[in-house]
């Protein structure tokens, strides 16, 4: 099985992979996975992802998400699922507002791209 930083490797770079405007931001964000008794917490910097145990004073953006929601999404999410996700609040986040609406706005244009694209 996996480790928890493998898998969050993993889930960063499907994400940028479906997102190619994400590829080059520079931010590092807060990670914190809840179990039932169980709190996980990283730090993830982009790019790379460079992945630590524990969350750092300089993170922009807190992403809470439940252990189990994480594992699928990591090992099988689109964009698509991430905000439907995020829409019913199994992913939640915090921090800078600036921040979260340009990556909203970025991953709104990517899909339309996709739409645009079914459409041909």
Do not use: W
């Amino acid at each position: 099985m996996a480790s928890t930083s493998d898998l969050i490797r993993t889930a960063v770079e499907r994400f940028q992979a479906e997102v190619p405007a994400l590829q080059k931001l520079k931010l590092v964000f807060g990670l914190e996975l809840k179990a039932k008794h169980d709190i996980q917490l990283y730090r993830v910097e982009l790019p790379g992802p460079k992945i630590s145990k524990d969350l750092a004073q300089d993170e922009r953006v807190l992403v809470q998400i439940d252990r189990p929601q994480f594992n699928e999404l990591a090992e099988k999410g689109t964009i698509g699922s991430y905000r439907r996700a995020y829409e019913t609040g199994h992913i939640k986040a915090s921090g800078d507002s600036n921040v979260l609406k340009l990556i909203a706005q970025v991953v709104e244009k990517q899909e339309a791209r996709n739409r645009l694209r079914k459409v041909h």
